[in-house]
């Protein structure tokens, strides 16, 4: 993996951290919201774009290391491939190879 490539990578599980921190404030008002606020797990690194999403679609989309929501149109065709679309979001998959393998290593859930 390239350099461009590794540096978008860290952004990416930073930002999955950092959501895994926003579902865990978010649980404990489940009673009160169905939805919840997370950001953008994109590679570019100034993007901070909310997403709201519910818990067991956040869930969902952790099932899978190599997944990563996203806004529409901040996919990375080269490295990773549309797996769904929901309302304002997208979740892209990680392709095989060096993206995948760097999304499964850094899952904060391994």
């Known amino acids: 993996m390239d350099e461009q490539g590794k540096r978008i990578g860290e952004n990416e599980a930073a930002f999955r951290k950092a959501n895994e921190r926003l579902r865990d404030i978010a649980e404990g008002f489940s009673v009160v919201t169905q939805k919840a606020q997370f950001v953008c797990e994109c ?54 190879g060096g993206p995948a393998g760097a999304a499964i290593k850094e899952d904060p859930r391994s």
């Open 43 to 96: 590679g570019a690194t100034g993007c901070m774009e909310p997403i709201e999403l519910s818990l067991d679609e956040y869930e969902r989309v952790r099932s899978d290391p190599k997944w990563f929501v996203i806004k529409p149109g901040h996919e990375t065709g080269a490295v990773e491939r549309v797996v769904w679309e929901g309302d304002g979001y997208m979740v892209v998959e990680k392709l095989p």
